[in-house]
């Protein structure tokens, strides 16, 4: 039997989520603000000035590659709706987003290997400068591994003046507009259903490693993430897409902000976990909780946000507040999907990959935090356990792990058809 999926059967939820995040924005930028407001970033010649309209605390900087990117994290900042026009072909397009409530950043994308040095913040606290020097890609990536840089605001600058007592906008962003999205393979029909598989960890965040041999997690999910990707496009019932197929490190926010942009009808995060006991082993399906269900979850969680740091660079998440009101008011429907899907991948995939006897747990990942996308994180074994790590190694295991999750998001969407009164077909 084939089924004639659509994205028709996920329209009322869509639209559920469009007008929660509506209000969610309504109700943040009704947020009094008391910060900097970024108002511009001026490019002249090899020197980049970033302005604000009041003062700000302090700031530091870190390089990333592929692509590479200079970020800024400023203290005392907010977002704003200034200009961002680069002055020159150094910098290919820059971006702003808010980690927390008082601190913005600023993504300057590099069309060619470059760094900064004699940085410095004005007297008055207004305005960011520093110099761009041009270099190699054995230096930038060298720049890369020293991790963040700080440079604080003038000693003698004059305190900061009372809270003002006015709202200051802060735009939720859907994703890094920077991160070139991938290709969508499979089913040829743009209404068959769309999963995003993303390989957790990569390029210099090798996540878990197996201290007897060696194995990798970013290594193994990428085999996995790969191996589900060619299992469903051979099906041709769906479209897939992975967020990496390469060795490249991708932050948190823009792993789910590929399947947000991609209009997702379910994302997937594989990962290979790690225990101080070796003899831990078996599969686990995560789904967002804001409250982790026991302390195994909340240690996993707090590893997980965590890998937004990486040789000392905090990449940051998303600020609290923010995340808590799309939760409350978006992601209802979507977390009781998740979970599910979760119990589903469970039963579907047991005659191939062994699973935990407390296969579903609940943990406060990032990585789920997408507010319109059901999301589960899969921790298809344990890489610290030898047998787990042979398995998640081999063609055989990883073809079977993708064998059972083929299955599972086939009866996933055959059911959302039937719910929805939907027919069989083509």
């Known amino acids: 039997m084939t089924f004639g999926w659509t994205a028709r059967i996920d329209a009322m939820h869509k639209r559920r989520m469009l007008q929660s995040l509506a209000l969610a924005s309504t109700l943040t930028m009704a947020a009094p603000g008391s910060a900097g407001g970024i108002y511009a970033v001026d490019v002249r010649d090899d020197r980049v000035i970033v302005r604000f309209d009041d003062r700000v605390d302090g700031a530091s900087a870190f390089l990333l590659d592929t692509p590479r990117r200079i970020a800024l994290d400023i203290s005392g900042a907010q977002v704003g709706r200034g200009q961002f026009a680069p002055g020159n072909g150094a910098i290919a397009a820059v971006r702003q987003g808010q980690l927390s409530e008082g601190t913005a950043r600023v993504v300057l994308d590099l069309s060619s290997p470059a760094t900064l040095g004699d940085a410095q913040i004005a007297p008055d606290g207004k305005s960011l400068s520093f110099s761009l020097k041009g270099t190699t890609d054995s230096a930038f990536r060298t720049a890369v591994g020293r991790g963040r840089t700080s440079f ?16 200051i906008t802060v ?13 969508v393979e499979g089913a040829r029909d743009g209404a068959r259903p769309l999963i995003v598989i993303d390989a957790g960890h990569g390029g ?3 996540g878990a490693i197996n201290k007897e041999n060696g194995k990798r997690e970013k290594d193994v999910t990428l085999a996995i993430a790969q191996a589900i990707r060619d299992q469903l496009v051979k099906s041709g019932r769906v479209r897939v897409a992975l967020t990496r197929d390469d060795d490249k490190y991708l932050v948190l926010q823009e792993r789910y902000g590929i399947a947000r942009k991609l209009g997702a009808d379910l994302f997937i995060s594989v990962h290979a976990d790690a225990a101080e006991n070796a003899e831990a082993h078996g599969a686990t399906v995560y789904t967002l909780s804001e409250t982790a269900s ?14 937004d740091i990486i040789n000392g660079v905090n990449l940051g998440g998303q600020s609290g507040d923010v995340s808590s009101i799309l939760i409350d008011l978006t992601q ?8 599910s899907f979760a119990r589903l991948l469970q039963r579907e995939a047991s005659p191939y990959v062994p699973f935990r006897s407390a296969y579903h747990r609940f943990a406060s990942l990032m990585v789920l935090k997408a507010p319109d996308t059901p999301s589960v994180l899969f921790e ?17 295991g990883q073809q079977k792990i993708a064998r059972g999750v083929a299955r599972a998001i086939e ?3 055959a059911r959302k058809l039937a719910m929805h009164g939907g027919t069989a077909g083509g």
């Open 380 to 396: 298809t074994g344990y890489i610290s356990n030898a047998d787990d790590a042979a398995f998640l190694a081999s063609r055989e």
């Open 411 to 413: 009866v996933h969407f």
């Open 204 to 206: 210099h965040d090798p």
């Open 171 to 183: 735009p939720i962003p859907s994703m890094a507009r920077g991160v070139a999205l991938p290709p």
């Open 294 to 307: 026991d302390r195994e979850a909340a240690r996993l969680a707090a590893r997980e946000n965590k890998a």
């Open 152 to 167: 604080d605001a003038p000693a003698n600058m004059s305190a900061r003046p009372q809270k003002r007592l006015h709202s």
């Open 332 to 339: 209802r429907e979507s977390m009781n999907i998740s979970a």
